[in-house]
């Protein structure tokens, strides 16, 4: 499991460990972590060239340490000195080393092997002001860069950038994560995140993210039969769109629910049922459905209620049938356009409820501006658990999930290729088998998000000494098993 902490938060634990160790042995254990990936990175460091860019504060001080000790090792290390004033025994440590300073505040016309950026760190308030932000554009475009402990221009704790940000290949972050790295825009800016150990204590993650070992899908045991593993039920497909049923209920067998009960009109009942033969079906009437129509379908232990189902009417009657319900309800695509209308009150009732909004539903949910969203994920995520008293799943790059009282969690998997029309229907049928198999609905959100992007990637990358290919929702759906079995 990957933790994130708020600044707030890793300060602290700074405070308390400053004041039982001596002065600056943290920033020294900061900058040797630094200096360390910067040499694995580089591979041979002698007679390479690095340059420095040195904020006014301890960021930039971490980086002058950790230049000095690239320009001990033999490295051509040049710092461009872009504060009003930099960290004096961090510029005197480098320039003993054989560092040197830039003699104009712009990047020198020169080649360079790798840039560090220490602008700014977890102190950066805001979109990044000049001279900060010029230097940032004239970086060279294919030098290696790594970040010291935030790309600089990128908010640390909630992963909004305001304006010219650094574009980094690995960032290198000490004593915790920062919840800006593993979210989006921000995570997107970071690279690959790599963790120094400095010895902080922290209490309880704000943002946490799980690696494929943490994941606990459920797996059937001897005692199982198909009612114990869980029955999923699936209210999916309208007059326009039939796919969307198709995709939930097959990602829902895939994904090893014991059963999966679809309802729907004929049409799309018959569809479905060419389809997946083992789909347990029911036509449902046209017009004034209700609980008692749910109950017909048969007993199931979630229900994933929207892909496809339109906006009308009848939608809505499914959808609040759904709701009535005493057991996790999963809402979706349609069902999501229908809860905006009908408003959080629709939410209060007893058993779990999960909404999967991408970005512009979660607009419709919030009253929002889509932009909005996407620029300030984590803020709208935890909004909207809030308001909905529910568990949010808000898909994109980096798909979050929150839950009231509970660490955002971000899922690190996935690749672009799934920006695909469907995938979102695969996901809500793989969510809605794991609500059912009896997982908590945080948990089941973010495994199934999770379980999706490896999917994705299974199928987008067949073969490891090829590139990627495009993919389409149906591979995805087929590749769910392969993503099972990464899982321990
Ligand atoms: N406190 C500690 O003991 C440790 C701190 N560490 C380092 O210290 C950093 C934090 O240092 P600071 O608190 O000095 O803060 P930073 O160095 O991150 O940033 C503060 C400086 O940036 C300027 N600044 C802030 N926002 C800006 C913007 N938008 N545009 C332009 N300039 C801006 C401020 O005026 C100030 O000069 C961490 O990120 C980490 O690198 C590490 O050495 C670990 C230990
Ligand atoms: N740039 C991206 N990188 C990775 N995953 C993405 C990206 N954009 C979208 N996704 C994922 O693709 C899926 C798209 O779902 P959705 O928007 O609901 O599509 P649809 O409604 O057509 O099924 C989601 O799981 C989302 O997280
Ligand atoms: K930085």
């Not at 979210?183 to 922290?202: H, K, M, N, R, T």
């Not at 059937?220 to 593993?229: F, I, L, N, Q």
Request: charged share 20%; net charge negative; proline share 6%.
């Amino acid at each position: 499991m990957r933790y994130a902490h708020t600044v707030e938060k890793v300060r602290a634990a700074e405070g308390a460990q400053m004041a039982l160790l001596p002065e600056g042995t943290l920033m020294r254990r900061a900058s040797t972590g630094l200096a360390t990936v910067c040499a694995r990175l580089l591979g041979r460091v002698y007679a390479t060239r690095v340059l420095l860019l040195v904020g006014g504060g301890d960021n930039g001080a971490d980086t002058l340490y950790a230049g000095g000790e690239l320009a001990r090792r033999g490295a051509r290390v040049t710092a461009v000195l872009a504060g009003s004033g930099a960290h004096e025994a961090a510029l005197a440590f480098f320039r003993a080393a054989g560092g040197r300073v830039a003699d104009g505040a712009g990047v020198p016309e020169s080649e360079i092997d790798l840039v560090i950026d220490g602008l700014v760190g977890i102190g950066g308030r805001g979109a990044l002001r000049e001279p900060y932000a010029a230097l940032v554009r004239a970086l060279p475009p294919h030098a290696a860069v790594i970040a010291c402990d935030v790309p600089s221009g990128v908010d640390a704790d909630t992963g909004e950038v305001g304006g010219e940000a650094v574009s980094a290949d690995v960032t290198v972050t000490f004593g915790t994560l920062k919840p800006g790295l593993l979210v989006d825009p921000g995570a997107s800016f970071a690279g690959l995140v790599e963790l120094v150990d400095i010895g902080l204590d922290l209490p309880e993650a704000d943002v946490v993210a799980a690696t494929t070992a943490d994941l606990r899908p459920p797996r059937p045991t001897v005692e199982s039969d198909k009612y114990r593993r869980g029955v999923v039920g699936v209210l999916a497909g309208g007059d326009s769109y039939t796919g969307a049923a198709v995709l939930a209920v097959g990602s829902a067998l895939h994904a090893g629910a014991g059963m999966v009960r679809f309802a729907s009109t004929e049409g799309v009942v018959d569809l479905v049922r060419q389809r997946w033969p083992e789909a347990v079906t029911t036509v449902l009437d046209a017009t004034g459905l209700d609980r008692a129509d749910l109950d017909r379908v048969g007993r199931v232990q979630a229900w994933v209620a929207g892909p496809g189902l339109g906006t009308d009417a009848r939608a809505r009657d499914l959808v609040l049938a759904a709701l009535a319900t005493d057991v996790p309800v999963l809402v979706d695509a349609d069902g999501l356009t229908v809860l905006a209308e009908l408003g959080p009150g629709a939410l209060d009732r007893a058993a779990p409820t999960v909404l999967t909004p991408h970005a512009g539903e979660l607009a419709r949910l919030l009253g929002a501006e889509r932009s909005d969203i996407e620029a300030r994920r984590l803020h709208h995520v935890r909004l909207a658990a809030e308001t909905f008293a529910a568990t949010v799943l808000l898909k994109g790059s980096t798909t979050l999930v929150a839950t009231r009282g509970e660490p955002v969690r971000a899922n690190l998997t996935g690749t672009p290729w799934l920006a695909a029309a469907g995938t979102g229907d695969v996901l809500s049928g793989l969510a809605g088998t794991l609500l059912s198999a009896g997982m908590p609905p945080a948990e089941a959100a973010a495994t199934a998000a999770h379980l999706h992007g490896l999917a994705a990637r299974i199928a987008a990358h067949p073969d490891p000494r090829s590139g990627p290919n495009p993919i389409t929702a149906w591979d995805v759906l087929t590749a769910i098993p392969a993503a099972f079995r990464q899982a321990p």
